[in-house]
């Protein structure tokens, strides 16, 4: 039986609340988690969550835009920093990107059921942040290839191609296995500065 909890502690409970309930959807998918399953992991009412979130779908787009807008946020100051060379931003960016990822995993969810899980108008707030992000990457890409540090004939599809190889690491990479997440980094941080035609720095991986 789910125990009171006072609604007084109000954003706090509201965090604790989506930090649950991406645990759940990260362990045991959207659609297999249900509203009564994320309450007893917080140890609240069903009712007491509602007066938090309407329904289940509310409660991953809370989930997927605090990421996003996290995420961004810690990105973009990197990306729209100017005093650094574009190949200094990309450095940093492959850094960023995959220990944001690891750190934060469950949030990420498993299956994307921002696809599905979502209604149009909560997509819409998702795809918006990560537009953002790629176009911000592309911008640091498109710089570096006016400045010679990169030499791509196709910017937009190498952006793409980059983003999905960042991406794809958050479904395979796992801390006990045999490379460690710096050592990811380092190698991915070389795959990426060759994809944009660039000279990567000796790999210490």
Do not use: C
Request: proline share 4%; aromatic share 6%.
């Amino acid at each position: 039986m789910a125990r009171k909890r006072s609604l007084d502690e109000g954003p706090v409970l509201r965090g604790k609340i989506m930090e649950r309930a991406s645990v759940l959807f990260y362990e045991r998918g959207f659609a297999a988690t249900s509203i009564r399953d994320i309450a007893d992991a917080v140890g609240i009412s069903s009712s007491t969550l509602y007066h938090h979130f309407t329904n289940k779908q509310e409660v991953l787009h809370a989930i997927a835009v605090n990421f996003m807008r996290d995420f961004v946020a810690e990105t973009t100051v990197v990306l729209r920093d100017t005093s650094r060379t574009p190949t200094e931003r990309i450095r940093e960016t492959v850094r960023l990107h995959l220990t944001i990822s690891d750190d934060r995993r469950p949030e990420l969810v498993v299956g994307n059921p921002i696809r599905y899980g979502l209604d149009q108008e909560q997509r819409r707030d998702a795809i918006r942040l990560q537009t953002e992000y790629h176009d911000a990457v592309l911008d640091v890409i498109s710089q570096g290839n006016d400045a010679k540090e990169f030499h791509i004939v196709d910017i937009p599809l190498t952006t793409m191609a980059l983003l999905d190889m960042l991406n794809g690491v958050r479904e395979w990479f796992r801390r006990s296995g045999p490379l460690s997440l710096d050592q990811i980094i380092d190698r991915y941080t070389a795959f990426s500065l060759r994809i944009l035609g660039a000279s990567p720095a000796p790999s210490t991986g």
